[in-house]
């Protein structure tokens, strides 16, 4: 494919991705579920499990083979931003506050998960046709392990976001949890991929290299962005040069942890908290979040739709396989959560709806487990499995989350929470 | 590359050219130049006509060549939604009451540099190593007319949109003027190319289907658009159904008017022209432009200057060469350009500017003779020496418009024109 012609079939792609999004975001509205889960589920129909297996020569027209990197590129580079514009949010006052709290609820749901995960896996690693032969019995369990203590970060994000609830005490416990949950199972991740082939060495790079970023941006970082805050205040706007330096910093970060080891949307949420707070980034979010949550973002939902091959689990002992998966990963993840929420003084109510929200997989387990089938550690029908545990977690979410905690007003998105409870 | 490589791979270039295009852009403003030149030389500053000659090795790990397509389709993205946005700044009402003169201008400004790069073309057709040896004398008339008619339209939108002016009877007759010989100069592009091995049927579906878009977009598109601007007047906001729906019919109004053979930018300026004014057209404005200026359009002044290989001009000949073409340039554009100006009754001082602004040349030239270079019409010697008429028709806009037209308060982005004249 030539230039020209890539850059055809982008604007032809890209049309597609918007009318799809924006059509089955309308329709999940109506159904009650957020447009987030609509655009995870509109990613779903683009891709082989349904647009492609009715109309495959349709799909080899919007979806040439060419195409898949750029879209890559910028699904990465819009989640990247998003995760950012969420970090310029994150109120670390109210996470200090809650910090016990939040501490207890992401180590509950880290270990359960990890430990269940685990046990699981020392069952599938005997079934024919789950992991890959070159896996160890150890790598099998910290893979699933790793896998089944994700949290659907971005998700869980978009969710409080589109409910307006960024800066409650809700809001910033499930996204401090969530945050702490990630992070330590994309260094488990690290370590599983570090021990299939990359050394140790890549292991203590990704750990070490990620508590160093995350220092030195929140410390000396912070300090040295407070001039931006300074300057935008006393120019009243958010002026180029500014804008620029800011995205440079942006791209300079997602490079660091990428290079590290840790996936790049880290980097940017990180200095999305170091952001200075108020007037500069309110200015920010205007310029950046309409493009960003428009049209960057349901190119990460239709690039990770592309790679969900539901075909493949073709047997009732996959379907029952499948059912235990998904079992596991609710308790582990919803039960503990909201149970470690309790025995630290949370109500009934902010408990419930933190295991809620921390029970949604989305997207991240569909990074994970792409990058699990891609390095060769488990097999396509593992992979669709894990594919619908995530799915399914992430649309029980909005029903159970409506019934748990009442709908709140949107400030940022109004007509994505209008009608969600409808 | 793999698609992780190449994200890291993107994260880095983009930096840099974030890094490079503000530092250049801040010394331009110092120089007296705007930032859009700036950022036109940080281009070339980044490809093999210096970077690239001082460090290959560094060049090759920040634009490695699979890197090169997906700068390509953000480059082209870029600059078609910066168009589209300039589109929506368009005043139609004083485009009528200037038509005369803008028409005059236009024609003046086409015919005769078409004329006098035909009459150069007869001479260098005959000169070994300019032309190819497939290139007929007729088609090297009309490719060498065209790319001497052609104006740095997106150019001489944003010195205008940078100055302040887009709404004034200047700005809007130098960007009518500028529209409609870009418009005529691709129409006949597309008869060389037609001429050149895509048959008749080529030419005349660009032609045909040009007008046919234009004719439709901005009668029945307009009206239904009135709609948009309505429901935004309304809910005293532009929600994001309403933006992905522009944006989609941004996607597709590129990709149609790419699909018929003219450039896919002049599909997103004509749309924007149809967009609703008013509080809509300055939210649409507030929510694209800050990605659109600071982030996608250094892609494209990059994309081109990776293109440039100054090193090729390289006897007294080809110098000498040089100097008559660029010479014929400026009296066919910008002399040529104030006299139709003058004619038409327009004050001195406008019709300098006019002529001024409208001898830039800038990425639209590049993009034509890349055009050509790519075709096989032109050879890499002519391809430089258009490169750098372009060039410096481009340098010598802004100091020569700041003689003839007093320097103007910028509203958009304030920091660019502060230090422009100083």
Known sequence: MTSAELSAAFLLQTFVILAICRLVGMLARRLGQPQVVGEMVAGVILGPSLFGLVFPAWQQVIFPKDSLKLLYVLAQFGVGLYMFLVGTEFKTDLFRSRARSAVSVSVAGMVAPFVLGGFLALWLWKVPGLF???????????????????????????????????????????????????????????VVLASFGGGNLMAIQAIGGGILYGLITLTIGRRLLRKFGEIAEREGHLNPTLLAATLMLLLAGSWITDAIGIHSIFGGFILGIAMPRGFFGQQLRKQLEPLAVVFLLPMFFTFSGLNTRLDTVNSLQLLLIGIVVLVTAVIGKGVACWLAARLQGESNRTALAVGTLMNARGLMELIIVNIGLQKGIIQPALFSIMVM????????????????????????????????GA
Chains 1, 2 share one sequence.
């Open 132 to 190: 890959s032969e070159k896996a160890t019995q150890f790598e099998a369990v910290l893979f699933l392990g790793a896998a089944m203590s994700i949290t659907a970060f971005p998700m869980l994000a978009r969710i409080i976001y589109e409910r307006g609830i960024t800066g409650s005490s809700l809001g910033t416990l499930a996204l401090a949890a969530g945050a702490i949950d990630d992070a330590t199972a994309w260094c488990v991740l690290a």
């Open 389 to 420: 545990m995530a799915i399914i977690t992430t649309l029980m979410t909005s029903p159970l989350f409506e019934l748990v905690y009442r709908r709140q007003t949107n400030t940022a998105t109004g007509e994505d929470t209008a009608t969600a």
